[in-house]
């Protein structure tokens, strides 16, 4: 079957490639939601799925935000936490699924969930992960997301509110971040310039992402990370 997984029976679900979308629930700035990461996770992780005839699991919402945690509504479990959770997700779902692809909306998940992948292929499970990025954007709450969640849910985007953070590229802000997190670089939140967000910009990059899980799905060569 290809779908999700939430909404079938048992019998429809054993062989099926499962897709978890993992994202987070942190502070996106003044005008992104919090969930911001795990809908583009779902997103990618459910087109993909129709294409390639997959099954989506229900999303990892709460996960490695610790860097977020100077706003409010910024909940994270931490990477101890985030690794116990994937790998007993990779567990668990490996008993009756061929194969798991974890799809990562939030790039503070990195290393943890390529050392559980890592950990989960060590035991003998065929199971990868896929990054949900396009080449050159930005690093936080900036174009690139409120691109792609003006093609989502234009309603859920305070385009009122969008303001430029630091824009700073990244590395030259990593001593900071990891001193006093991201309050301490941008009182807003925002990494990079919302700026010029449209949503046929955002349309065109979720269709890149789609179309790279699709193929990685297809052609099934994970690197020796795990990387899909």
Known sequence: MTGELGG???????????????GSTEQHGPHLPLDTDTRIAVAVASRAAA??????????GFTASGEHEGFPGTISIGHD???????????????????????????????TLPSAVRRLRDEGRDVAWFVCGVPGGDAHAGRSETSILLALDPGSVRLDRAEAGATAPLPELLDALR???VVAVSPSGVLGD?????????????AAMTSALVAGLRLWAP??????
């Open 194 to 206: 919302p700026t010029g967000a449209t949503a046929e910009e955002g349309g065109a990059m979720l």
């Open 51 to 60: 294409a390639a005839g997959a099954v989506v699991t229900p999303p990892v």
């Open 8 to 22: 079938a029976v048992w019998p429809e679900v054993g062989g099926a490639t499962l897709l978890v979308p993992v």
């Open 223 to 228: 690197g020796r990370d795990g990387r899909l």
């Open 179 to 181: 001193a006093g997190g």
């Open 81 to 111: 936490a985030l690794a116990a959770v994937l790998v007993e997700i990779g567990r668990s779902a490996c008993r009756w699924a061929p194969r798991l692809v974890f799809v990562n909306g939030h790039g503070g998940n990195l290393p």
